[in-house]
């Protein structure tokens, strides 16, 4: 049931976003058997946000866009996310801030055990803050489901 | 007022979390004029992360611990960066969930302009799950504050 | 001053919900002297859920709409009902989600100390998910407060 | 995609706790190729509600204890239901308050699409208040997961 | 409707605590038809926070005790002035922090119609930080109920 | 490191907002060193009493516009007094309600010891409610932060 070292989903998710040279890096992981995608949006809309994410995954083929439990499994994922990106409150434009982040979506077994089957890995990182140029600091948010 | 591309202090803060080298990587930030630590902490109470975080910083140097105001920056640097880990509540055996977790703190100035002064950031990375082995996945947490 | 097994105030508001006849049910309530309405709102508002049962409530004068007391424990039972719809965040469209709902209000004294006077219970079911036809699962809230 | 009227999997978890006679509705239940157990659990910890809920889970072969994806699919359910009964915060003994509970976990498919696969539901049931005799009223919490 | 200037409940109890002598002003206000008392609490449990208001607030026959319809009032009003202490998660020894407050208790009808009849307010002021003498800043907190 | 009796920033920005004649106090405080403003805002966008807020900051000079770690400290102060204000969810218009409400920033060093440097507390008091006249309370909020 343990994770395995060499299939650890967020962890390659993360990396994703902080590498040099992402795309390389995805074609990498496509290799060994792993769906992604990867992306940017800047919004002061959550919304904005889940969209973009959800879009990719679907247009990529991350996630089967028919079927709905897949669709639920990617939610809950950029939700979790964006708890560590806005650190309280889910809000963005709301309480008068701005996120610019790149994002990856990351599906694949990372267990050891076969039966543990496909889990989803979404990861943001960029930048938080007042709607004014250079008025923001750094964020990150990790959410990993079962699918 | 710009953030400065050699200088994203949250980045190097969970890079140091995600490498293979993570001591080796700690001596190069400090050479390049970075005050940092790192450390493990597993615990099913949260006040233990926190108190983990808090020594370390305090034993290293990072914070200086006679200044209210640095471990106030400090705190709630660490309390973000939960939010990250815990996605929604930040607790963990009071709704029966534990956490395997590294840390860093990284303390340094990230933006182009000297005025801006000192930042800390609190990187957390690990598992979260049962306290059973192997009912866990992985979990990310960045707080980042002016000191 | 315990709960009333006969008038369970919380239990008869979900049951009036989950009933295949409401309305039948819902005059049998008020038979027996309770007060109560139901309703119906789809929305990617949270407002407008406020709005739809506050206009409800008032308008088959289960509160007094000239009395703010009145208002106020509406007002507390349907957000804790919300919560209970919604687990975590309050928010629906600005995390691009949608609900489609059915509500009921429904006042009296749940207690077998007269003192207790009136309560207000404000219950919630339906459906929550993505802006997409079927892609949704079911919800429920529950609030209760004294009026 | 949409939800199958006649196998909404959070109605009948609910009904299943607001029943005179649960244990036979849930045997009809299981005549219907459902999975599911109900039990009690009362506790100013809400980490023993979450185990009391597992245990029986697990003991009754709702979900297999061995494949994680499955305790990690209750495990939330679990946390969604206790967003309903505790709104706002989910905690109980420390904020001074207690709970008495029954509860029901479900297993089933709930979509027309035999694509959905297997769904969870958790219903929760009961009182909430101080831990003094009748200074109580009631709650109820729902949650639901792809599993 | 409207509140009236000179009834102002949560400015009273605010200004109770703030106060160079506030059982002088505790007695003004009793001479002027309103109940109340005052206290000090320390600790590193909420509950105990909440423990010792309800006590105060019994023993000072703020509110009936036998009535559970005035407890409830108490327990949310109490609950709403713990958000603004704690500004986030209502926690406070799980997140390794303490708090030492004063907190007043008062009841009265603070708008100009009658039939609004009586309302709750809960003050608390005082500092929250660490468990290191001087490691704190100030804290506010009020919470209003009709009761 | 102890906080001094005489410069309580978060009394003396809640005094300043409860005043019969803020003017004239705040003229006083200035007249002892402290940097600080008072203003009014109403609205149901939170984000516009953030605006509100950072603007008369701003423009009277409590904090240096130039410099984020300043827009920094201020804005996580008006986020934590907001928390006092709403209790729970930080939203206004998307959850029905409006507030009305007084600010003062204020800016100095609370403590005994010159090292500690300024910090920032941000106080409001006015009303929450329905946008409905005279359906409302009185709230209260206070942020301290190191700057």
Not at 15 to 29: G, K, Y
Not at 71 to 91: N, P
Not at 103 to 110: E, I, K, T, W
């Amino acid at each position: 049931m343990a994770l395995s070292k060499d299939r650890l989903i967020g962890r390659k998710a993360i990396l994703l976003l902080l590498s040099e040279d992402p795309d390389m890096q995805l074609n990498q992981l496509k290799e060994n058997n792993w769906k992604g995608c990867i992306g940017k949006v800047g919004s002061m809309d959550a919304h904005k946000v889940v969209a973009a994410i959800e879009t990719a995954a679907k247009k990529n083929g991350i996630i089967e866009s028919t079927i709905y439990r897949e669709s639920h499994a990617l939610y809950h994922a950029i939700m979790e996310a964006l708890h560590g990106v806005t650190r309280g409150q889910v809000q963005l434009g709301s309480v008068l801030r701005t996120v610019g982040l790149s994002f990856a979506v990351l599906r694949g077994n990372p267990y050891d055990k076969e039966q543990e089957g496909d889990w989803i890995a979404v990861s943001l990182y960029g930048t938080i803050g007042a709607p004014v140029k250079g008025s923001e600091h750094e964020t990150i948010g990790l959410g990993i489901n079962h699918i």
